[in-house]
């Protein structure tokens, strides 16, 4: 199960509706070992596309060494999707590189940027095997 608070759940969807039409993404890290989702990355989209997301390589190193220095790892790797529902495609699966990342997709298929319906679901990827989990969304 993913736990995750209202601030940070509310950051992810703001973030997928401002990227509307191309997807966003991005990262939260936490403290390394805990499996708590801290602190929230958005990530520019290099491949500014409406069908493709892909993390900047310099961004992506700087981020990287940036967590080691501070002990923390990708508790969170996130993105939206612009057009479809919020389920991982083959392209996701295949870059899924961090098995105990917790995988979020935001589906701003419905909503565009408006307030409006849209889709968040957590997933883990190990393997090339994609799990749902639940989600729990806190106050703090």
Avoid: W
Avoid at 21 to 27: F, H, L, N, Q, Y
Avoid at 46 to 66: H, I, N, V, W
Avoid at 85 to 104: F, L, Q
């Amino acid at each position: 199960m993913l736990t995750i608070t209202r601030a940070l759940h509310d950051a992810i969807v703001a973030h997928a509706r401002a990227d509307h039409p191309d997807e966003a993404c991005g990262v939260v890290a936490g403290p390394a070992g805990t499996g708590r989702p801290e602190r929230f990355i958005p990530m520019l989209n290099a491949a500014r596309s409406p069908t493709f997301y892909e993390f900047d390589s310099g961004d992506l190193l700087k981020l990287y060494r940036e967590m080691d220095d501070r002990d923390e790892e990708p508790v969170v790797v996130y993105h939206s999707h612009t057009a479809t529902e919020a389920y991982p495609s083959r392209t996701d699966v295949s870059y899924a590189s961090e098995p105990n990342a917790h995988y979020v997709l935001v589906s701003t298929a419905e909503c565009g940027t408006d307030e409006g319906p849209f889709q968040f679901r957590s997933f883990r990827i190990v393997d090339g095997v994609i799990t749902e989990e639940d989600v729990q969304v806190v106050d703090g």
